[in-house]
């Protein structure tokens, strides 16, 4: 395509993005050609998230909980799984579990971020007893945890249905699911990366049932590895499909591969360039999901902060406890402190609003840090 075709063609896309129409397949995959500018793209990413957002960079104070790293299965890109008999491998005591939920509380966390491997040997009865102290100790704390990869798994092992696993976990302190185990979808790629797990159409089912049951969940794609434009925009309409028949997705966050430590170290990772252009194209396809998260830990601070400007309106939390990414050699602190999340939120331009899981905006006592309060006057921690 030459220039002016780019352009006409840029043209016929921001027209209907301003005029809330749909994009198509064949638009994603135009919004990924080298040639079309980035810019222009951010550009139009911004208008759209602030025409849904405003002008609000979201952050949430929260940590995450890797009970275990031990896993049934060898996904290529995992850095943090282990294999039953290795010295790496560890499953936390409840002690160890506990005291994490205490730390977190001391530390003013609203949320937990639980997941982690598919230990050979620990029941269901082990996973749901996680959620079950924890949220007996901590009821304030939302428990986001398990993806629909553990949820196929524990689906196998109590031979439950979907809705009865799903509404026994939520019974169990369960709040809401985040959106790992997506990668890519499409079976060209998924073949190839961790054909052994729950499929597109379970990982769609699972979400699906989680959503019809009242629980929200997050949705996310692995990019930068063997994937093709093609089969991330795939990817995308999927999950938008999902969300106009259920409206039950919160936030997508765009994970960038990292490649060290894993089965795939010979690939290298994405550019920021590539991270930011899947931002801006991810806010112009998922024209029904409410927020997409640039997530620090995996992006880096600087490109986080600059997502802010091409269509991302949330950079995840405080953090701490994060493993996947940094197994796979992430660069990033292990920690932000609110003040430092705060700062770069106002760096970037945009006004910083502590939301909780279920993006309530949450207010604290100034002198009294683990007081806060959420939404319409709704007391949680006192
Ligand atoms: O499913 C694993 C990805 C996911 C690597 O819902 C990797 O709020 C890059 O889903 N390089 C788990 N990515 C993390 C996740 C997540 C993260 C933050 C917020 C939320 C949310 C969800 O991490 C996995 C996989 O897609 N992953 N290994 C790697 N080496």
Same mark, same amino acid.
């Given at each position: 395509?030459?220039? =002016?075709?780019?352009?006409?063609r840029?043209?016929?896309i921001?027209?209907k993005v301003?005029?809330?129409?749909r994009l198509n397949l064949d638009d994603g995959i135009f919004l990924y050609e080298?040639?079309v500018?980035?810019?222009?793209i951010?550009?139009?990413a ?9 002008? %609000? ?43 994490? /939920? #205490? ?13 982690? /491997? ?26 986001? *945890? ?25 019974? +169990? ?48 794609m692995?990019y /930068?590895?063997?994937?093709q434009a093609y089969h991330r925009i795939d990817h995308l309409i999927r999950l938008r ?6 409206? *039950?997705?919160?936030?997508?966050? =765009? ?22 252009r899947t931002?801006a194209v991810s806010r112009l396809m998922l024209d029904? %999901? ?16 600059? +997502?802010? +400007? ?8 405080? %953090? ?22 705060? #700062?770069?939120?106002?760096?970037? *331009? ?17 002198? #009294?840090?683990?007081?806060?309060? %959420? ?8």
């Amino acid at each position: 395509m030459n220039s =002016p075709q780019i352009k006409d063609r840029l043209k016929v896309i921001r027209d209907k993005v301003e005029q809330g129409a749909r994009l198509n397949l064949d638009d994603g995959i135009f919004l990924y050609e080298p040639d079309v500018s980035l810019h222009a793209i951010g550009e139009l990413a911004n208008w759209k998230r602030e025409q849904i957002n405003g002008n %609000v960079g979201y952050y949430n104070i929260n940590t995450h909980l890797n009970p275990t790293n031990v896993c049934v299965y060898r996904c290529r890109f995992c850095a943090f799984r282990s294999d039953l008999r290795d010295p790496k491998g560890y499953v936390m005591s409840d002690e160890q579990i506990i005291a994490r /939920g #205490q730390e977190a509380f001391e530390n003013g966390c609203t949320e937990m971020h639980i997941v982690g /491997g598919l230990h050979h040997k620990l029941g269901y009865d082990w996973y749901r007893g996680i959620l079950e102290k924890l949220h007996a100790s901590f009821p304030q704390i939302h428990l986001k *945890g398990w993806t629909a990869v553990e949820i196929d798994w524990f689906e196998f092992l109590t031979k439950k249905s979907l809705k009865e696993v799903l509404s026994d976990l939520r019974d +169990a302190g369960l709040g809401s699911m985040p959106g790992g185990g997506a990668e890519i979808f499409h079976p060209e790629v998924r073949d190839q990366i961790c054909e052994h797990k729950a499929n597109a159409t379970k990982w769609i089912e699972i979400h699906q049932a989680a959503h019809e049951i009242g629980l929200k969940t997050n949705c996310t794609m692995l990019y /930068g590895h063997v994937e093709q434009a093609y089969h991330r925009i795939d990817h995308l309409i999927r999950l938008r499909d999902l969300q106009d028949k259920t409206g *039950g997705f919160q936030t997508f966050i =765009p994970l960038a591969f990292h490649p060290e430590n894993t089965k795939l170290s010979h690939l290298k990772k994405p550019s920021a360039l590539m991270d930011l252009r899947t931002v801006a194209v991810s806010r112009l396809m998922l024209d029904n %999901v409410p927020h997409i998260k640039a997530y620090w830990i995996m992006l880096g601070i600087g490109t986080a902060q600059a +997502a802010l +400007a091409y269509g991302a309106d949330d950079i995840d939390g405080t %953090v701490r406890h994060e493993l996947i990414y940094h197994d796979a050699g992430a660069t990033t602190p292990e920690i932000l402190t609110v003040d430092q999340i705060r #700062q770069l939120i106002i760096e970037a *331009g945009r006004e910083p609003v502590e939301r909780d899981t279920v993006y309530r905006r949450v207010h604290r006592d100034a002198d #009294q840090f683990t007081h806060w309060w %959420v939404g319409e006057d709704v007391l949680v921690n006192v």
